[in-house]
């Protein structure tokens, strides 16, 4: 088990670019969770899936904000036509019961 | 909401005790935990209490939860210079699955 890999480490984009980061979970766990972390505050709750299924979405993730989960494995995030205050930390956790783990993050830099 | 608070900064010296506190107002929290941080990395999952629970210990960590009033500690014994880091207080609920945290404690162990 190697853990929650995401990817890129690290993005910089300008400003109206689109984005596209990738999650693997842990395998099996059926639980994929994304969450923003800007500087200095606790991570913001984004989105969640079960399997295939997005169950819930964060009022914080707004129209530009998309994500997937093909056949329950890994997760994509895209951020459309982003903005400098897209600029954050975009961490990935998944879990099969009460324990998320969590990926080393994608910081995203927006110019 | 769900709010989770915690102070922002603390202070010990290496080998003392540390204690950090948190605070949530969501009664039907139902798992409780504490993840680590230290910079440019993802969350470490150190510990979590279900919530029929008052104590749990794990090696140098000691959890406790006082539910009348919604608070959690974290205490670790004889600090290291390794455990500076930003511990990050987190509650979910049963049925949601997503947690809420809290901005986080920075941790400063001093030699």
């Known amino acids: 088990d190697t853990g929650v890999s995401q990817d890129p480490r690290h993005k910089i984009t300008k400003r109206g670019q689109n984005v596209t980061f990738r999650c693997d979970p842990i395998s099996e766990h059926n639980r994929l969770y994304w969450y923003r972390q800007t500087l200095g505050q606790g991570p913001e709750f984004l989105t969640y899936f079960q399997n295939e299924a997005q169950l819930e979405k964060s009022r914080l993730l707004s129209d530009r904000f998309s994500a997937e989960r093909p056949k329950g494995s890994f997760s994509t995030l895209e951020i459309q036509r982003t903005e400098q205050g897209d600029s954050a930390m975009y961490l990935c956790?998944?879990?099969?019961?009460?324990?998320?783990?969590f990926g080393q993050g994608t910081r995203l830099t927006v110019v | 909401g769900e709010d989770v608070e915690q102070s922002l900064f603390l202070s010990v010296r290496e080998g003392d005790s540390s204690v950090i506190n948190c605070t949530y107002t969501?009664?039907?929290?139902?798992?409780l935990y504490w993840y680590k941080q230290e910079p440019g990395a993802g969350l470490q999952l150190l510990t979590y209490i279900f919530s029929n629970m008052d104590m749990k210990q794990d090696q140098r960590l000691t959890v406790l939860l006082n539910k009348k009033d919604k608070h959690l500690s974290l205490r670790i014994a004889d600090t290291q210079t390794g455990d500076s880091a930003i511990y990050f207080c987190?509650?979910?609920?049963?049925?949601?699955?997503?947690?809420?945290f809290g901005t986080g404690t920075r941790l400063k162990v001093l030699a």
């Open positions: 969501d009664s039907s929290s139902t798992y």
């Open positions: 956790a998944s879990s099969d019961k009460a324990e998320a783990f």
């Open positions: 987190a509650v979910s609920t049963s049925g949601t699955y997503k947690y809420i």
